[in-house]
Nanobody
Framework: QVQFVESGGGLVQPGGSPRLSCVAS????????TNWYRQAPGKERELVAGISAGGATTYATSVKGRFTISRENDKNTVYLQMNSLKPEDTAVYYC??????WGQGTQVTVSS
């Protein structure tokens, strides 16, 4: 079954640094562009970061310099290292590529 399973979210204090994981199954993740998205309450889903098959990365302006996307091919997993979290980073975070369906996502809540 082609899917991603996201994990690593939770309640985080402002300034915290969680790492989200996205484990792929049914395909080899390194052959595709993989993107992390997020959706905050009452807002549309937005693209946060992406990593190409060759390892090139892109970021939304709002997270550039704070978030880092990476991939571990041996584990068929994509990560999102999140640093200096702000309350406005609160959202459900999803990963997706061109062939995977939307998964359940992982909730990140930034609050003191």
């Amino acid at each position: 079954q082609v899917q991603f399973v996201e994990s690593g979210g939770g309640l985080v204090q402002p300034g915290g640094s969680p790492r989200l994981s996205c484990v792929a199954s049914g395909f080899t993740v390194r052959f595709y562009i993989t993107n992390w998205y997020r959706q905050a309450p009452g807002k549309e889903r937005e693209l946060v970061a992406g990593i190409s098959a060759g390892g090139a990365t892109t970021y939304a302006t709002s997270v550039k310099g704070r978030f880092t996307i990476s991939r571990e091919n041996d584990k068929n997993t994509v990560y999102l290292q999140m640093n200096s979290l702000k309350p406005e980073d609160t959202a459900v975070y999803y990963c997706k590529n061109s062939i995977s369906p939307w998964g359940q996502g992982t909730q990140v809540t930034v609050s003191s």
